[in-house]
């Protein structure tokens, strides 16, 4: 039997190598400290390994516009500024199913008609194998307002005529395509 144990010498993990099988128990709490502890470390590797495995990421951003015309940006904990919510597509996931998760997860919202695609972009600001795909959402209900988390810290409606400053330049790219008709560019 082998523990590993943190500076303070509480116990992380125990590791049981009977002659039959590996066993590992960890300390939930404890786990759970070492793991954020190390996620600056396990964040890069991870993307590194993506960079080789994965040719190109694909994403998926929803124009959520309400009744009355406004448009619902969310602003996340880790970049600045608002944005068009949504997020990366998961192996196996269609591009409808990870929009629906993205809303939900993000907004609160359900779609309720199948959503209008609006373009697929090259995101080459991020990575030279990312691209987007933007969809239009007019049919949906929010039950309820998001609440606030450790991803999305704020969220809402907001008329063209009152946008926040800080909207991302891609954002506002995208709303000029839909609303002021302007070209449709193929870079996000």
Known sequence: MMRVVAPSGN????????????RMEPTPR????????????????????????RPATLGVRAMVI????????????????????????????SLLEALARELAEEGNIVMSAVPRLHGVFFNKRISRRDHVALYIVRDFRQDSAPRPDHEIVAHGFFPLSALPEDVGRATRAR????????????LW
């Open 11 to 22: 116990p992380l993990l125990t590791l049981d190598m009977s002659a039959t099988k590996l």
């Open 30 to 53: 404890k786990f759970h400290r070492m793991r954020r502890a190390l996620e600056p470390l396990i964040r890069p590797a991870i993307h590194f390994y993506w960079r080789f495995s």
């Open 66 to 93: 309400d009744g009355q015309g406004r448009i619902f940006l969310v602003k996340h904990s880790y970049v600045d500024g608002w944005h068009l919510p949504g997020g990366g597509v998961e192996t196996g996931e």
């Open 175 to 186: 709303i000029a395509e839909v609303f002021e008709q302007a070209a449709v560019s193929e």
